[in-house]
């Protein structure tokens, strides 16, 4: 099992920015990619992005050019850093990590975008 806790949502104007961070723990070695999804309310979970062991990136067409993830080298953290926020991008924001054997998720961080 993998425990993923998520920290830096919060209030932001448009325009602005955010950077989200997720501290994994656990069977961190297992790990094969890491992300993050968003839910807006009354939506479905999406897609924000992806990052694999092997560097390969994969974004929402929403966020795409805007937002950038990154991860540490020792895989037990992974960044989000949100530019040029809309307010569209309001939503509670997951930290997901796959193993081989199975999916985890950490508990949300909220982040508010004001137009």
């Known amino acids: 099992q993998v425990k993923l806790v998520e920290s830096g949502g919060g209030l932001v104007q448009a325009g602005g920015s955010l950077r989200l961070s997720c501290a994994a723990s656990?069977?961190?070695?297992?790990?094969?990619?890491m992300g993050w999804y968003s839910q807006a309310p009354g939506k479905q979970r999406e897609l924000v992005a992806l990052l694999t062991n092997g560097g390969t990136t994969n974004y929402g067409d929403s966020v795409k050019g805007r937002f950038t993830i990154s991860r540490d080298n020792t895989r037990k953290a992974v960044y989000l850093q949100m530019n040029s926020l809309k307010f569209e991008d309001t939503a509670v924001y997951y930290c997901y990590a796959a193993t081989a054997r199975n999916q985890n998720w950490g508990q949300g961080t909220q982040v508010t975008v004001s137009s």
């Open positions: 656990g069977f961190t070695s297992g790990i094969n990619v």
